[in-house]
């Protein structure tokens, strides 16, 4: 992570309506980085784009391996205040799965048979679960989601692959707007990404709020 080696009191960011300052500020290069043309500032009146500029947000962003320093509020040098952005991984349903057998706390949906017999769902372990059997998604992530604070939380995100839509869900671990000393160390990011089952490091998606 871009941070300096002793936290900053305060976001080292600027806003347009900053005192000004003889510091330099680092801004993002457009070329390189074309979604962020259209962000949609906390600042600014605009509330929505149009399908075309939507369109270049969904097709040229991608998640950050490492974040970069003009998009980490916290870091050196100063810079303009950037969106929010989410350290994680997207959510796997068959990770979620797995994890969610081996703590107990799979529920699935009541269903009914071919035959018009009411089967019951709720808690259910591995041995116990047939194919009919559909999780009851919600419910189980509810439960994933207490087992995991604060360590993780799901947020909205772009970035994330192979999903119907312009965005997916991610297990979040922290944000760019995250003081350095509040964010997960490597040994705790490992032990989730462990935990978890995920095979690689997490990385850095942009909200759908932005």
């Known amino acids: 992570m871009s941070v300096s080696a002793i936290p900053d009191i305060k976001p080292r960011v600027v806003y347009p309506d900053s005192p000004p300052t003889d510091e330099p500020v680092l ?3 457009l070329d390189k980085y074309p979604w962020f043309n259209f962000v949609l500032h906390r600042w600014s009146k605009r509330t929505d ?3 075309e500029e939507e369109k270049v947000v969904e097709d040229t962003f991608n998640a950050f391996s490492e974040l970069p320093a003009e998009f980490d509020a916290w870091s050196k040098p100063l810079k303009c205040a950037p969106p929010e952005f989410f350290l994680g ?3 796997d349903m068959d990770l979620v799965r797995a994890y ?3 703590n107990n706390i799979a529920f699935f949906l009541n269903r009914m048979t071919n035959e018009g017999v009411k089967i019951r769902g709720g808690l259910k372990q591995a041995h116990e ?3 009919d059997d559909v999780l009851h998604i919600n419910r189980t992530l509810i439960e994933m989601q207490v087992l995991l604070r604060p360590r993780a939380k ?4 772009y970035g ?8 997916g869900a991610v297990w979040t671990l922290c944000s760019n707007w995250t003081p350095p000393d509040q964010r997960p160390k490597e040994e705790d990011i490992a032990k989730l990404q462990e935990e978890l089952g995920y095979k690689e490091r997490p990385k850095w998606y942009m909200t759908t709020y932005a």
């Open 27 to 29: 801004k993002p290069d």
């Open 49 to 51: 784009r149009t399908d």
């Open 89 to 91: 991984w997207p959510l």
């Open 100 to 102: 969610a057998f081996k």
């Open 129 to 131: 679960v047939t194919p």
């Open 154 to 157: 799901i947020e909205e995100a």
């Open 160 to 167: 994330v692959p192979d999903v119907e839509g312009r965005f």
